[in-house]
């Protein structure tokens, strides 16, 4: 029974499809999450494969008139490589035509089947020849003609179907999985997930009655699909591919081959999926686990779409990025960090290449990049080049930035009775504490002059800002390894680390002074060279993304210049009246690209609410606005924007085409007074 390891699995993908950001974005957390774990020094194990059975596959390779495993083993390159590509460090890689799984997935079937859990029987129904599946009557979608019968999960036309096949007894354990899922609120999460699977398990019909789970229907018979594991109980019939897929996530592991293995792993610590596949992962699988009697995953991690123009992006869309496109123009460790950043899990998110360009040069470029800019030409012009020997590395500012850089090491891991960021699967609010981190470097260089001190004859005062900010440094490019590894290993060999300490142990990353003094810092070329949209993808035409308002070259000039301002009267200041608000909801408006219409808490009250129409869709998501605690003037006359009344107005910060909203630095309550 896996107690104190981590075992962390992606859904294995078709091979039909070649992969895009939302594949890689799955694969990219769990390896993420398999890193940190790494880091805090847990035994990991991190699975990912491929799904190559089933009618998809089939049709596939008989398209380009292929045998279909030697389509498989063709397609599965663009997966494996890419991981390779995109740095992925997983421990295995399994496939559901290897000898090992479908020996597995046979033995399986044997076993239920002697048990009584899997019988034959006549069915006729409405089937869905994309997603493998059939669909009962009361979920079939009726298409515009009226006539039409369409898939309510993909859109297709579904086909009538009369046949005998096999079908697993999942309905008998309808009030068990109920039960468990209510015990174990941590099985299933996000909770409105959760809530997702539980008000499809516990659902009643028009009269009050609850509706029965029913059996699964899991044989194709093979004259019409002869990709597939055959039943070993009757050969004219293949298994269906969720029941193979499933699966793999045993097989892989050793079930029924290496019991000291299996015991190792299982039960998993996360699978992550998509919310497409919400059901077989939370209504399919535990049961069939229920009915092979083994422990239940201990949680079902489910993340949402990538979108582009607020659609899932998909091959049968035709609207898929391809992540390779990133890989040349801002490398792999970019990628990485934007996926893992942008998306609050559970949520979907839109990808636009502006968005992520914007990302990566605010967050990279400026932030981060600035800071070991900074750091190295200061060490390099005032102390040769060298890490510092300082005696004593406290004053109250240094105290200030250590608390902070330390306190997000300790936020990301936790504690038994505080799950932290990771534990949580909070990437992106671990990603943006830990920029929060690196502002705070930036802004101690700011403070602190370091050049003046030095010009002042102030060695060792000198001496002990830079020595706090390569320590803030190294334990930041520790924090940011398991999503970078590729540049934090270039930042962490600079630094003076030797190759064994490249990769980080985490209680290094908890307490200061971990460089050696007197080891040299090399200067590195910048290590995220900002990069100019329009450069790589020329002028900003698609849709998709924001159309960008380009600052006229004289209003550049006026933001760069020190302005001369009219002085007002603090009579004339105090007729405005600023108070603080936090964002309640936030939606687009519809035909208004820049606009988004707020719900804002001004008070604690339930009236004290109010809305607000702001131009700063270019720049925030719905999702990325929610909970945030800005500033706002109250008392602005309403004004009406495309038909939607707005009560004030949020500030914001704008510089060039930047634009960042002005928030508290800190817990008030809304209403707060500002001024
Ligand atoms: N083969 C099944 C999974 C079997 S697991 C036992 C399958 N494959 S898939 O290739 O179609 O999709 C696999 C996963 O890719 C999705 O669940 C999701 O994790 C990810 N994504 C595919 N498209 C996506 C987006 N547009 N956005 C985010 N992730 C999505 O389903």
Not at 32 to 49: K, Q
Request: hydrophobic share 35%; glycine share 8%.
């Amino acid at each position: 029974m896996n107690e104190n390891n981590f075992y962390i699995t992606t859904p294995i993908y078709y091979v039909n499809d070649r992969p895009h950001i939302g594949h890689a974005y799955t694969t990219i957390l769990a390896d993420t999450l398999a890193r940190y774990h790494r880091l805090l020094g847990v035994p990991t194990h991190f699975l990912t494969g491929t799904d190559e059975h089933g009618q998809k596959v089939q049709n596939a390779a008989a398209k380009s008139n292929t045998a279909p495993l030697d389509y498989c083993d063709k397609v599965i390159l663009t997966f494996s490589n890419l991981w390779k590509d995109l740095n992925i460090t997983n421990d295995d890689f399994i496939r559901t035509t290897q000898e090992r799984h479908k020996q597995v997935v046979s033995q399986i079937l044997q076993n239920l089947y002697d048990k009584g859990e899997i019988y034959k029987a006549a069915y006729s129904g409405w089937y869905c020849v994309g997603c493998e599946a059939y669909i009962t009557e009361k979920d079939v979608k009726c298409g515009e003609s009226g006539n039409e019968h369409l898939c309510p999960n993909c859109g297709r036309a579904l086909e009538q179907r009369n046949e005998e096949s096999y079908y697993f007894k999942m309905g008998q354990y309808q009030d068990r999985l109920i039960q468990y899922i209510q015990d174990h609120p941590e099985f299933i999460q996000p909770t409105k997930f959760r809530n997702e699977t539980l008000g499809f398990l516990t659902s009643k019909d028009s009269n009050g009655n609850r509706n029965k789970l029913n059996d699964l229907c899991i044989g194709r018979p093979k004259e019409r699909l002869s990709w597939g594991i055959p039943l070993p109980f009757d050969n004219n019939f293949v298994t269906y591919v969720w029941f193979d897929a499933l699966v793999n996530y045993i097989s892989a592991i050793g079930y029924l081959r290496n019991d000291e293995e299996f015991g190792k792993w299982w039960p998993v610590n996360f699978h992550l999926i998509g919310k497409d596949i919400l059901k077989p992962h939370t209504v399919y699988w535990p049961t069939m686990l229920m009915a092979m009697g083994l422990p239940l995953p201990k949680t079902v991690f489910v993340h949402g779409w990538w979108l582009t123009n607020d659609t899932k992006m998909s091959k049968s869309l035709g609207n898929v990025i391809d992540p390779r496109e990133f890989l040349a123009s801002h490398g792999c460790d970019a990628l990485r960090y934007y996926l893992s950043a942008a998306m609050t899990i559970g949520q979907d998110a839109n990808f636009t290449r502006y968005l992520f360009n914007l990302k990566y040069n605010s967050d990279l470029a400026n932030t981060l990049g600035n800071l070991v800019n900074r750091a190295f030409a200061l060490l390099e012009k005032f102390n040769g080049g060298f890490v510092p020997e300082v005696e004593n590395l406290e004053d109250e500012a240094s105290a200030e930035l250590r608390e902070k850089t330390i306190g997000v090491a300790k936020a990301l891991g936790g504690t038994p009775d505080n799950p932290g960021y990771i534990d949580k699967l909070e990437l992106d609010k671990a990603l943006a504490d830990v920029m929060a981190a690196v502002r705070a470097g930036n802004a101690y260089v700011d403070s602190q002059k370091p050049w003046v001190l030095a010009k002042e004859g102030k060695v060792e005062e000198q001496a002990r800002i830079i020595r706090n900010l390569l320590e803030a440094l190294r334990i930041v490019s520790g924090l940011l390894y398991p999503v970078m590894p590729n540049k934090m290993t270039e930042l962490r060999l600079a630094l003076g680390l030797s190759q064994d300490e490249v990769e980080p142990v985490y209680s290094k990353l908890t307490t200061w002074s971990g460089l050696k003094p007197g080891s040299k810092v090399t200067k590195i070329p910048p290590l995220f060279p900002r990069i100019d949209y329009e450069a790589i993808w020329g002028p900003l035409v698609d849709d998709a993304e924001p159309k960008a308002e380009k600052p006229a070259k004289k209003e550049k000039k006026a933001a760069e210049a020190p302005q001369v301002y009219e002085p007002v009267t603090i009579d004339d200041f105090s007729k405005v009246c600023l108070m603080s608000a936090q964002i309640l909801s936030a939606e687009h408006i519809e035909g208004a690209k820049k606009l988004l219409k707020l719900q804002i808490a001004t008070g604690k009250g339930e009236d004290d609410t109010r809305q607000i129409v702001s131009g700063i869709a270019q720049w925030y998501t719905p999702e990325q606005l929610v909970g945030k605690s800005i500033v706002i003037v109250a008392n602005l006359q309403p004004v009406e924007l495309r038909g939607v009344k707005s009560y004030g107005m949020l500030l914001a910060a704008k510089f060039g085409e930047n634009l960042r909203l002005v928030t508290l630095d800190g817990s008030l309550p809304p209403g707060s007074i500002v001024g």
